[in-house]
Structures are given as structure tokens and as C-alpha cells.
């Protein structure tokens, strides 16, 4: 005869009962849950924040990376944090959406941007190549 362990219900592979309170964190911050998101904030988002930090320090840049991070996963019906399935740590999981927004924004702001004093310096240069390039008229 079967003993009372074997004949316990399995869980689904993959469940975890270690991350049941970050899924129902997750949820109640998709809910719009105020303290979900004040404890999403004070735990969540400062190892988030950390992360980000290793990228890059540049306050503005922290900022805006976890500005669009909270945008992605808390704003609107379709909010990103609604896709934890509670499979892993809820911190690990943020942290590396964070890091991936943080390595878009940095290739994004690779491109070279002028300001209007290094704009005079660009056209003055780019006109020197550009006649420097050109065939000179000679006299025939």
C-alpha cells in the first residue's frame, strides 16, 4: 500500500513555493496596490537601482533608466510586472529587466548628439574636408 507521502499532490514543475509572496507582491503592484508599490520600491527597485549603478553612476542616467523601468512594468493594462510568474526571485527577475533597459538607454545615447556650440565646431570641420576633397579649378 501506498504511504501518505506518496500520495501527497505534486505541484507543477517549476512552482516554488520560496517566491509566493513576490508573486502576490507582483500581482498587488499590477492591481495598483499603493504599499505594494511602497514595498516594490524600498526592496525591489533599490537592488534594482544598484544594478544600474554598476553601468553606469550618472544620476540622470539612473534616474531615467529606472523612470522607464517602473513605466514598463507598473503603467497601464499592459504592465510588464503582470508576466512574473513567480519562477524566481522577484528582485533577481527586476534586476535584470533593469540592467537591460540600462544597456539599451547607453546604446542609444552612443550616438554622438552635438550641442549648438560643438554644432559650429562639426559644420566648420565638415567643411574643410568637404573643400579639401574637392578638385581645384585650375586655370586653362
Known amino acids: 500500500m501506498p504511504t501518505s507521502a506518496n500520495t501527497a499532490p505534486r505541484r507543477p514543475r517549476g512552482s516554488d513555493d520560496g517566491h509566493l509572496d513576490d508573486l502576490y507582491l507582483a500581482l498587488a503592484c499590477a492591481d495598483g ?3 505594494a508599490i511602497e514595498i516594490f520600491e524600498e526592496t525591489t527597485m533599490v537592488r534594482a537601482k544598484a544594478a544600474v549603478c554598476r553601468i553606469d553612476r550618472r544620476p540622470e542616467f539612473v534616474d531615467e533608466v529606472l523612470q522607464r523601468l517602473r513605466e514598463r512594468l507598473l503603467v497601464g ?5 503582470r508576466r512574473y510568474r513567480g519562477q524566481g526571485s522577484l528582485i533577481a527577475w527586476v534586476t535584470v529587466a533593469a540592467v537591460r533597459v540600462a544597456l539599451n538607454l547607453r ?3 552612443a550616438r554622438p548628439v552635438h ?3 560643438d554644432l559650429s565646431t562639426f559644420v566648420a570641420a565638415a567643411d574643410t574636408r568637404t573643400s579639401s576633397s574637392r578638385p581645384s579649378k585650375r586655370a586653362s
Open 107 to 109: 546604446k542609444s545615447n
Open 115 to 117: 550641442g549648438d556650440e
Open 33 to 35: 496596490s499603493a504599499e
Open 77 to 81: 493594462d499592459a504592465a510588464k510586472i
